[in-house]
């Protein structure tokens, strides 16, 4: 079975430009998960789906950042216009959240290899 | 404000003693933690979770213990071996009657595992 899937897997680009992530989730997953990982902050959540809709976006740091899942199979985070300090290792995850599932399997998160970006 | 820490930034063990990390989190709400495993160049894959209505849960090496009162979870792993050098995150959730999945992560414990 595909796991989650994402590209590119390394990006680099000049500060100024725009930056497009992209993401695949789990055939049959529902909630859909981006994350940056820093060094001092560790996973950050930046935003999340259930069914396609955003859920939660408290983490995007600025309205540089936006994140879509126009379906179930596919979504972006975009950046612009990227800065320096923007420079990280980007993450999606997918799970399946179902209210009559065991809680185990709604919580349990399966990630991509994530993309990093260097933004110059 | 860091929900969940993990104030150990590295750790190195022996190769066939027993690795202990540990978490801490200050939210009471959380009812759900998860150990995730990371190795370099690729994403977090789960390792073991925990119900806070446990206070054990065992797998294999693996066995994650779970003090409510202290707000504290710890992983521990025996024997450990190389191939567990890697960053351990741990996470919890506060997702009440499958509301909502949404993990908070801690900043990472870097295991190294010397042969």
């Known amino acids: 079975d595909a796991g989650v899937i994402q590209s590119p897997r390394h990006e680099v680009t000049e500060m100024g430009q725009e930056v497009t992530l992209r993401c695949k989730p789990i055939s049959g997953h529902n909630s859909l998960f981006w994350y940056r990982q820093t060094m001092m902050r560790g996973l950050e959540l930046l935003i999340y789906?259930?069914?396609?809709?955003?859920?939660?976006d408290s983490g995007m740091p600025e309205d540089r950042f936006s994140a879509k899942m126009p379906n179930a199979s596919f979504s972006t985070l975009k950046i612009q216009p990227s800065e320096p300090r923007d420079s990280a290792v980007y993450f999606c995850a997918s799970s399946l959240l179902s209210l009559a599932g065991p809680r185990g399997a709604q919580d349990t998160q399966y990630f991509g290899p994530g993309t990093r970006l260097t933004v110059l | 404000d860091q929900q969940v820490k993990q104030n150990s930034p590295s750790l190195s063990v022996q190769e066939g003693r027993i690795s202990i990390l540990n978490c801490d989190y200050t939210n009471s709400m959380f009812d759900y933690f998860l150990w995730y495993k990371k190795y370099p160049a690729e994403g977090p894959t789960f390792l073991i979770s925990?119900?806070?209505?446990?206070d054990k849960n065992e797998d294999g090496r693996f066995t994650v213990f779970l003090n409510k009162s202290a707000k504290h979870l710890s992983l521990h792993i025996v024997p450990s071996q190389p191939g567990d050098s890697a960053v351990y995150f741990c996470a919890a959730s506060a997702g009440k009657g499958g509301a909502t999945n949404k993990l908070i992560f801690g900043t990472g414990t870097l295991l190294a595992v010397q042969p």
């Open positions: 789906f259930n069914n396609n809709v955003p859920i939660d």
């Open positions: 925990i119900s806070s209505i446990k």
